[in-house]
């Protein structure tokens, strides 16, 4: 490979080598024709293969959908990770894609981080091995991973612009060792930069991060790529490491880049060094050798459903289970209340761009009717709103053609922005959520940036009363109805970038079954410069003003409850944080109202990390903490309260009691264009412990259906010299009736140090699935290196002569057994 690497870049021009080091449009980059150099294609994950049709860029195409990240983390079992990657890799191999952008492997720093759902833990051990295995099982199918973000993106707040300021030694022990055990043990092809900067230099041109640490100390033989939108400058970004600027057409590399090489402010030396990383890539995806699979033919696959389940069933976890309501008991229960608003509508995943359109999706209410069938009787009620934004517009509300009979809109798509002359194409669209990412149109027709749609139609009243319309656009937009202006943004000046984060709304009166002419019209802002465009048009339906009252019926009428309660994409998303941890006011009320009618009430949580339950949590018996699932949302859950899986998830979060616990209170979210990490090293547990602060539920905590009991710690050798492995075993039985799978995690301490240390740390764990009764011994293999702290002074990695203590549990508030031994370096 080296030989054929050497020999194209020997024959190649300046500009040639350039031009590979930008991408032609969103998702690929540009081939050299001359030299039979191939383009590749990138797609967007994690936790699908989220891309656009190749005949329409606005289309996404349908994929297998799996937990989010933190799910994924929440399972503590790499070995079913590494097969999601496989599964991964085989869908975006399919797709004819060279490489997956993920995993997201940045520290959950605190609880509001709008990206906590996409990646993995506040714990980087628990984060690197989830991390390794899902890299291997990708790669091992010829599609490789982008490593993200690379570095310090633990928000989102003025992500593009903010600088994180962190302590060296709290980059090494806790924000880097997911991205360096990604590079030196699973290999990753590619890194992706973050968009922020790193104590005062953005993450594109951070010399010290991509070409220091990165390629010189980590080895890194892969090419690092831009997030997008995220370079910043020419020479600087070239001279830092940076190798490939995305999306295209390039702003700062290109002809830039060709005439800083010439006149001698970047070394051509580097740019073949770009060349060449990237070309490796290439030849390990095998382009050079293979024509892409044509993405329409890929199809949903049963054993890729199955793998979605079985992810979803490890992830979930059983935080209460007060009077052992669960598993549900099949004799006695003979009616339920199905109540909340995520009861009807699958919550499967966050907002932004790892947003998978999946095959299909069941809902907790599908599921468990599935389950139950005629056994049990299900009474539904939506409970509250749980919509931050107006809910998309349903095709099912609005009809055009002849006789008003089609389903959808008729959409009139003009060449221009104020729609002059007769339209160059109409069709109907059935969806009002569309964006155009640079370069891209409606119709193929249209190839400019200045183009306007007039959508038309008949609305059809279901219910009487008043209907709120709402819009959030990075253009202009008015919505017509009974030829009335219901809401309207037309000649804003606001720029909005990307994705707007308000909405514009406005409400219409209607009578039950009558139709009113509606049209919706669209253009570009002109005061926006930003090349993508986007907008959603939303409706929000009348909804009766008893909920509250029907539900607590319901509930009083049930022999259980079961409250489908949490979060959504609208809060949990790319490009914003959370603004509490609270769930929104009125689920809370819900929450208390049901569970006052009915003490057996269960509460079934969809969110991406912490909520707050201190003012609901002691009047319900059983909580599950359900994160967002994936396509078989529905169909997990009914198995975990039915008792046909037994829970085995545990938090890969401290859950605490009150947002103020947290350790990034007080440094959060920043101000002045600085976030300071202050706490350092103490996130998460670590906090926690240190400061003696009694957390809602603990870091690794997880009830199940069984009992476990711990026995027989032996630690070997007890006295350990430098370059000692020291090997941990302990015996775990089954102590219930139940078959069930426990995560042993095993923490070390040092007793005594020089420097200020966390109580314990996280260096192992495993899952063991025991039948009743049986007993399994766990082993673990620690290395001097699960014995160190990060010395800034002499930058090395340290471990002090001293006594450690092991410490084996069920989570890091649950340590069961204890043992000593003394390292003698």
Request: hydrophobic share 35%.
């Amino acid at each position: 490979m080296k030989k054929r690497i050497k020999e194209l870049l020997e024959k190649m021009t300046l500009e040639e080598k350039v031009s590979m080091l930008s991408g032609i449009d969103f998702w690929r980059t540009k081939n050299v024709e001359r030299l039979g150099i191939p383009s590749i294609k990138v797609t967007d994950g994690p936790h699908g293969d989220r891309i656009s049709s190749d005949d329409n860029p606005n289309q996404t195409l349908p994929a297998t959908c799996f937990p989010n990240g933190v799910g994924m983390a929440a399972t503590w079992n790499t070995e079913l990770i590494r097969r999601v990657g496989v599964t991964l890799g085989e869908e975006t191999r399919a797709r004819g894609c060279a490489i997956l952008l993920g995993p997201c492997v940045n520290i959950h720093r605190s609880p509001l981080g709008g990206r906590n759902f996409e990646s993995y833990s506040e714990d980087p051990y628990l984060s690197s091995q989830i991390a390794v295995a899902y890299i291997e099982g990708v790669q091992s199918r010829g599609v490789g991973v982008s490593v993200k973000h690379f570095a310090l993106n633990n928000s989102e707040f003025q992500r593009m612009t903010i600088s994180s300021e962190v302590s060296e030694r709290a980059m090494r022990e806790i924000y880097f060792p997911s991205f360096e055990k990604a590079v030196r043990e699973a290999g990753a092809w590619t890194v992706m930069c973050s968009y922020n900067k790193v104590n005062g230099t953005y993450a594109s041109e951070n010399r010290r991060l991509l070409t220091e640490i990165l390629k010189d100390e980590w080895g890194f033989e892969g090419f690092v790529v831009s997030d997008w939108f995220a370079v910043h400058s020419t020479v600087p970004a070239a001279g830092s490491g940076l190798d490939l600027e995305m999306p295209g057409p390039t702003r700062y590399f290109g002809d830039k880049l060709a005439e800083a090489v010439r006149s001698g402010e970047v070394d051509e030396k580097a740019i073949d060094d770009k060349v060449r990383r990237i070309l490796g890539v290439m030849m390990k995806t095998g382009v050079f050798d293979e024509k892409p699979v044509v993405s329409a033919e890929v199809h949903d696959i049963p054993e890729h459903r199955r793998l979605t389940r079985e992810v979803a069933e490890e992830s979930m976890v059983l935080l209460k289970n007060e009077n052992n309501i669960l598993p549900l008991n099949k004799s006695t229960i003979r009616s339920m209340a199905v109540i909340g608003p995520n009861a009807a509508v699958a919550r499967i995943e966050g907002g932004g761009s790892s947003a998978v359109e999946p095959y299909y999706a069941v809902s907790p209410l599908e599921g468990l009717q599935n389950k139950y069938q005629d056994k049990v009787k299900i009474s539904y009620e939506p409970g509250c709103r749980n919509n931050v934004f107006t809910l998309p517009l349903d095709s099912e509300y609005v009809t055009c053609g002849e006789n008003e009979s089609t389903h959808g809109l008729l959409a009139e798509i003009f060449d221009n922005n104020d729609f002059s002359g007769s339209p160059v194409a109409t069709r109907v669209d059935k969806t009002f959520k569309q964006l155009w990412i640079s370069g891209t149109a409606p119709v193929p027709e249209i190839r400019s940036n200045d183009f306007s749609i007039r959508w038309r139609g008949i609305f059809t009243a279901t219910e009487a009363g008043v209907y709120k319309f709402g819009l959030a656009t990075n253009g202009w937009v008015r919505i017509h109805i009974d030829d009335k202006l219901v809401c309207s943004n037309w000649g804003d000046r606001t720029v909005v970038e990307f994705i707007p984060l308000e909405e514009t709304v406005g409400e219409f009166a209607m009578e039950a079954g009558k139709i009113y002419p509606i049209a919706i019209e669209y253009c570009k802002n002109t005061y926006v410069p930003s090349p993508m465009r986007s907008v959603r048009i939303g409706c929000d339906l009348p909804l009766p003003p008893d909920l509250l009252e029907r539900s607590a019926n319901a509930a009083a009428l049930s022999d259980v409850t079961v409250v489908f309660a949490g979060l959504t994409e609208e809060y949990e998303s790319e490009g914003f944080d959370r603004k509490t941890m609270d769930l929104p006011v009125n689920q809370v009320e819900l929450i208390k109202k049901v569970a006052g009618a009915n003490p057996n009430t269960i509460v079934v949580l969809n969110n991406g990390s912490p909520v707050s339950m201190e003012s609901w949590i002691d009047s319900v018996s059983a909580v599950v903490e359900a994160w967002f699932p994936g396509q078989e949302c529905g169909n997990v859950i009914a198995g975990i309260l039915s008792g046909e899986v037994n829970p085995s998830g545990k938090l890969p979060d401290t859950f605490p009691v009150r947002y103020e616990d947290n350790p990034a209170f007080g440094n959060y979210p920043g101000e002045n264009g600085k976030l300071r990490y202050e706490e350092g090293i103490f996130v998460g547990y670590r906090h926690y412990d240190a400061e003696k602060i009694e957390p809602l539920f603990p870091f690794g905590y997880g009830l199940s259906y069984t009992s476990f009991e711990y026995s027989n710690l032996r630690v070997n050798p007890v006295k350990v010299k430098k370059g000692d492995r020291i090997i941990v075993s302990v015996d775990i039985k089954n102590t219930g009736e139940t078959q069930g799978k426990e995560v042993v995690q095993l923490y070390v301490s040092d007793i005594e140090s020089r420097v200020p240390r966390p109580p314990k740390e996280l260096k192992g764990f495993r899952k063991v699935d025991l039948l009743p009764g049986e007993k399994k011994t766990v082993d673990f293999i620690l290395e001097e290196e699960a014995l160190s702290f990060y010395d800034p002074e002499i930058k090395q990695w340290v471990a002090e002569p001293g006594e450690f203590e092991i410490q084996v549990g069920s989570s890091s508030r649950d340590i069961r057994l204890k043992e000593t031994f003394a390292f003698i370096p």
